[in-house]
């Protein structure tokens, strides 16, 4: 199953939501977002600096995982930026495909 890292922000509003619930909460309903689709979270961390949040879920498919950051983006207290994580063994595979690439002005 493809592995994604989530990085969420929050805003102001979702900030506020957090000091008030605790993180126990926010982890409860990242756990329960991702099994929805049929995913597992991995791990889920508080953070500093650009993101607020950090989480690791397998989520069956690409579609999927947008669905998760539309419905987080859509309730207007968080946006997310989700990033397709390979394994070592998918990096070998590309690394031996061939790919034909012209770079601009060559």
Same mark, same amino acid.
């Given at each position: 199953m493809p592995k994604y890292l989530v990085a969420v922000s929050y805003t102001a509003e979702g900030a506020r939501g957090v000091a008030q619930e605790g993180g126990s909460g926010r /982890?409860?309903? +990242?756990? +329960? /977002?991702?099994?929805s689709v049929g995913g597992t979270l991995e791990s889920f961390h508080f953070a500093f600096g650009d993101a607020d949040v950090l989480a690791i879920a397998d989520i069956p498919t690409a579609s999927d995982a947008a669905a998760l950051a539309l419905a987080v983006g859509s309730s207007g207290a968080a946006t997310v930026r989700t990033t397709v994580l390979l394994t070592v063994e998918e990096m070998d595979e590309a690394a031996g495909r061939a790919a034909s690439y012209r770079a601009p002005g060559t």
């Open positions: /982890l409860a309903a +990242a756990r +329960a /977002l991702v099994e």
